[in-house]
């Protein structure tokens, strides 16, 4: 099993700032923005109401049938509570979809670079991972679609999608997501569509590869509230898909956790009811951040980066930094910079195996949980960093 390798820059930061240094943490994707003071009341009330027993494994029905609705309409298609099991989070779909649909050899294939919980519950299940590939264009990543249809084998079952991705921010147009649907129904593949991301954007509107003809009978979807309304430790997400999948999840619910926080579910209801309109300021300050982020890294000599539509991620290009340093891999360059300029961010490699011979450096660098003045702060050292 492997593991989610942004919390080992956690640790490594976490160290270094015990010992009296200062930290910018770029490198985990977690708010120092609060949770909307609407959602924190609705599960104090909760609480007060007595919500603080078991309830349903699958969830309670008031949450279940509010995120249907909420989840079809953004996603122009009809979902109703059977469609829906809370989660504990948006990790949990991963491994019970997991459970539900590939048996062991089954080939799943998988963006790299990627969530990398992805890769670690394939193999731990004795699952075969087969990543795909992105190609830069401009600052922006589109799918290999090429390099992905050519690694469909007989033993392929499973399509992973993340889009609005983390850690490249990459976004599928219309016409990508359109000829992943034709690969998926001509390849009879399952798709688990990870959308943790998907309210999380800046202009335009997230498009859902459930939302094509034929899709929503073979999509599950990862759906999260951590990023929506900034409350990545109340632990709450769902699984969202086919009835017959979402018995058997619901069924290994029983047996991994008995059910989701009972009054935090009760809350989410408040959170949806709440709408885009209650998470707009936590939007116009990652939008801040965001724009800060790319125009300060963009004006480092040897580094540049696309200003993303959507999550609160970049992924710069530092390859003339990592060959001017003579450094072998960015783990080398994210070690170096820690510990020369307290700035902490992911190298490309904590994303999944990287590919062979892959042409170019990148590292990921996430700004929901770091004020303006420490961007500018610690973009300032990194500069001063890369240009000495």
């Known amino acids: 099993m492997g593991t989610e390798s942004a919390f080992e ?101 998988c963006p790299s670079p990627g969530f990398p919980i992805y890769e670690s519950l394939i193999e731990f299940n004795e699952g075969k991972t087969v990543p795909y590939a992105f190609h830069e264009d401009e600052g922006q990543f589109f799918l290999d679609l090429d390099q992905l249809k050519a690694a469909i084998t007989p033993k392929t079952t499973i399509l992973i999608i993340n889009n609005n991705h983390n850690p490249t921010a990459a976004e599928s147009p219309t016409s990508e997501l359109e000829a992943l649907a034709e690969i998926c129904l001509e390849n009879d ?20 590869i459930a939302s094509f003809p034929g899709m929503a009978e073979r999509t599950v979807i990862l759906y999260t509230f951590s990023k929506r309304f900034a409350m990545t430790g109340w632990r709450v997400g769902a699984s969202i898909g086919p009835p017959g999948i979402m018995e058997i999840i619901g069924q290994l619910n029983v047996n991994d956790e008995s059910c989701t926080n009972h009054f935090a579910q009760w809350a989410m209801i408040d959170a949806i009811e709440g709408g885009e309109e209650m998470c707009k300021p936590i939007i116009d300050k990652l939008h801040v951040r965001r724009d800060l982020t790319c125009e300060i890294l ?8 696309g200003v993303p539509a959507s999550t609160f991620y970049v992924y710069p290009d530092v390859t003339e930094i990592v060959e001017k340093l003579d450094f072998n891999d960015t783990i ?57």
């Open 189 to 208: 593949l399952w798709v688990l569509s990870d959308e943790a991301y998907f309210e999380t954007r800046y202009k335009g509107q997230s498009q859902s």
């Open 298 to 305: 963009n004006s480092i000599k040897g580094i540049s980066v």
């Open 332 to 388: 080398e360059l994210q070690e170096d910079v820690l510990q020369k300029t307290g700035v902490a961010f992911c190298p490309r490699a904590y994303f999944g195996t990287p590919l062979p011979d892959e042409p170019r450096h990148y590292v990921r660098l996430a700004y929901a949980g770091i004020s303006q003045l420490d961007i500018r702060d610690g973009l300032a050292r990194f500069r001063e960093y890369c240009e000495a």
């Open 9 to 109: 820059v956690a640790r490594q930061a976490n160290e270094w700032a015990m010992a009296g240094n200062r930290v910018f943490p770029f490198h985990i994707g977690d708010f120092n923005i609060p949770t909307p003071g609407r959602v924190v009341d609705a599960m104090n009330r909760a609480i007060a109401n007595g919500k603080t027993g078991y309830c349903q494994p699958q969830g309670i029905p008031q949450l279940r049938q509010a995120l249907a609705q909420d989840v079809g309409q953004l996603r122009d298609v009809d979902y109703a509570t059977e469609n829906v099991i809370i989660q504990p989070g948006g990790k949990p779909t991963i491994g019970k979809f997991l459970l539900a649909i590939m048996e062991p050899g089954d080939e799943v294939l």
